[in-house]
Structures are given as structure tokens and as C-alpha cells.
């Protein structure tokens, strides 16, 4: 769907002016947008799931592992696929205030793609390099939205993320070195003609969700806390783009419609789109062993 077919239908959670600065920045941050019921039950299985990695050694395809990871001190990067780890993700996903946001961004007919839970250490955590989500995930067009929950207050010294206004509407830019290697960010040349200036921290208390627009230049800071900052991702479809390439971690709920009905055209937006490596074929580690 365009922007304009979704603004022509009526939102069921946010306001008309949240979703018209939405297509034009390319993010938008949504104070108070999930009550406190959801909000203990993520922070719980977040906890939870930090600390089964103990029992962990390597990373697998649930757990992306940081380099300093051990029993005593985990050092989780990324809980993989959370829609397969708890019927409580999928619940969220299909069936929350989140999913209304995902409808009042996508339109009335939504698909399911993918989800994860990104752990940022104490001590610097990962910073995340410039990039664009589409570029790891292309389908026939870019109405596709990543929604995050800040499940604690999450401010500059967190490691929150950053987004470029209006980059949605620029270039999408191939994300791989001089030697044709996928880095999973934006190459130092390229970015020179990105105003990140400009760019805007996405703060907000417990409870916050953040929406980026999956051709949206964005990156994230250190963590300079003593906590770990975790969040959870979860990224949507309009129902009428379909994926072109494999997905780079295909959940059991992949492709599943959330709201409304399965489409029976796609839509094709004639922007060009880089191609990725052929995930189903390569493998997909994470963004950060991609970026490292
Ligand atoms: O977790 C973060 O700080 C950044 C996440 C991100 O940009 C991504 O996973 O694409």
C-alpha cells in the first residue's frame, strides 16, 4: 500500500498526525503505547531468556553471543526469532496494541516477518553502524515497518537508536565492501551524502514504542549505563509486499496475516532495491557479527 491509501484509512490507535510524521521523517516514537500487563510479561521473558544463556557456549540459532559471554556473565547480543521462543512473543505480536500500530502503519491487511530481542551490554554494548533494514530483507515494495518497545526509561547514555529524518525517501545504499562482502552497513563513502546531523535519538520512558520505516537510515549508541538495555523487535508487512529473497531468520510465523486479509496482488514499487547475500543458502549470523 502507499502512504497515501493508509492515511486514507482511519487509525485505530494512533493519531492521524502521529502516522503523517511517521511517512514524513520515516520514524516516530510513541510515548505510553503499551500498558504495564505486557510490559512485565516482556521484561520478564527478557530476563528470562538472559539468563537460560547461561547453559549456553556458542552462538545457535537462538542465541547470538557476545565475545565476552560466559556462566557467570552472559553477554547476549540477540535473542533469535522470538515468535518461536514463547507463545507470549507471538501473542504480543498478533494480537497487542503493538499490532494496531502495525495496522495503522501498513494499512488494514498485515503480515507477520520476522522478530528479535536485542541485548545491549553494560560496558559499551554494541554500537549498531548506519544502515537500512531493507536492504537485508527486500520485498516488492517498502511499505514495511520494525516497531521496538523500550521495556525500561531509555535515554542517550542507554545506547538508544538513531534515526535520519526524511532517509526513507533517499537513496538505498549497498551495504557490502569493495570486495562485495555484506557488512550490514552503510560504506564510509556513502554515508558522506547522509545528513546525520540530523539525526534523532529515539528516547521515551518504559513502555515507549519506536516505528522505522524499513528504508530508514538508522544506527545505535554505546550503551554507557551499568544496565543492559534490551529490546525487543518486531518487523511488519503491508500484505501486499511480498518477500524477493529468503528471509535472514524465518520464524514459524513468517508471512502469517495479523490483521485483515492475505492479499491476492502484490504492489510493486519501481525503486531499485540491493540485493543480499542469499541467506537460506549462506546463513545469517546477526547484524553484529555482520558489522564486526
Ligand atoms: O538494538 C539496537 O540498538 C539496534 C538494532 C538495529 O538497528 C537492528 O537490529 O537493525
Keep these: 500500500m502507499t502512504p497515501e491509501d493508509i492515511l486514507d484509512q482511519s487509525p485505530v490507535r494512533l493519531t492521524q498526525t502521529q502516522r503523517e510524521q511517521y511517512f514524513a521523517d520515516g520514524f516516530l516514537t510513541i510515548p505510553?503505547?503499551?500498558?504495564?500487563?505486557w510490559l512485565?510479561?516482556?521484561?520478564?521473558?527478557?530476563?528470562?531468556?538472559?539468563?537460560?544463556?547461561?547453559r549456553c557456549a556458542a552462538s545457535d540459532n537462538v542465541f547470538d553471543l557476545g565475545p565476552n559471554h560466559s556462566t557467570e556473565t552472559?553477554?547476549?547480543?540477540?535473542?533469535?526469532?522470538?515468535?518461536?521462543?514463547?507463545?507470549?512473543?507471538?501473542?504480543?505480536?498478533?494480537?497487542?496494541?503493538?499490532?494496531?500500530?502495525?495496522?495503522?502503519?501498513?494499512?488494514?491487511n498485515v503480515k507477520?516477518?520476522?522478530?528479535?530481542?536485542?541485548?545491549?551490554?553494560?560496558?559499551?554494548?554494541?554500537?549498531?553502524?548506519?544502515?537500512?533494514?531493507?536492504?537485508?530483507?527486500?520485498?516488492?515494495?517498502?511499505?514495511?515497518v520494525t516497531l521496538g518497545v523500550h521495556l525500561d526509561d531509555v535515554a542517550?547514555?542507554?545506547?538508544?537508536?538513531?534515526?535520519?529524518?526524511?532517509?526513507?525517501?533517499?537513496?538505498?545504499?549497498?551495504?557490502?565492501d569493495a570486495d562485495n562482502k555484506w557488512t550490514g552497513s552503510i560504506a564510509d563513502k556513502d554515508i558522506e551524502s547522509v545528513n546525520l546531523d540530523r539525526a534523532v535519538d529515539m528516547n521515551g520512558g518504559a513502555g515507549t514504542v519506536i516505528a522505522i520505516h524499513c528504508r530508514t537510515v538508522h544506527g545505535s549508541r554505546a550503551n554507557l549505563t551499568n544496565n543492559v538495555r534490551a529490546l525487543p523487535l518486531f518487523v511488519f508487512a503491508?500484505?501486499?509486499?511480498?518477500?524477493?529473497?529468503?528471509?535472514?531468520?524465518?520464524?514459524?510465523k513468517t508471512g502469517e496475516v495479523?490483521?485483515?486479509?492475505?492479499?491476492?496482488?502484490?504492489?510493486?514499487?519501481?525503486?531499485?532495491?540491493?540485493?543480499p547475500p542469499n541467506w537460506a543458502v549462506e546463513g545469517y549470523g546477526s547484524i553484529f557479527t555482520a558489522q564486526k
Design 32 to 37: 505510553n503505547a503499551i500498558p504495564p500487563e
Design 40 to 54: 512485565n510479561r516482556l521484561r520478564s521473558l527478557a530476563d528470562q531468556f538472559l539468563d537460560s544463556s547461561r
Design 74 to 108: 552472559p553477554h547476549v547480543r540477540r535473542l533469535k526469532a522470538l515468535v518461536d521462543r514463547h507463545p507470549d512473543f507471538w501473542a504480543f505480536a498478533s494480537n497487542s496494541p503493538l499490532t494496531d500500530i502495525a495496522a495503522d502503519m501498513l494499512g488494514p
Design 112 to 144: 507477520f516477518h520476522s522478530s528479535k530481542l536485542n541485548y545491549k551490554s553494560p560496558g559499551g554494548g554494541e554500537v549498531v553502524k548506519w544502515h537500512q533494514d531493507i536492504s537485508a530483507w527486500p520485498h516488492t515494495n517498502y511499505s514495511l
Design 156 to 176: 542517550h547514555d542507554d545506547g538508544p537508536l538513531s534515526c535520519v529524518p526524511g532517509s526513507h525517501d533517499g537513496e538505498l545504499y549497498v551495504q557490502r
Design 238 to 252: 503491508s500484505a501486499d509486499a511480498f518477500a524477493w529473497m529468503p528471509a535472514p531468520s524465518p520464524t514459524s
Design 258 to 275: 495479523v490483521r485483515g486479509v492475505p492479499a491476492t496482488v502484490a504492489h510493486l514499487d519501481p525503486r531499485p532495491c540491493p540485493v
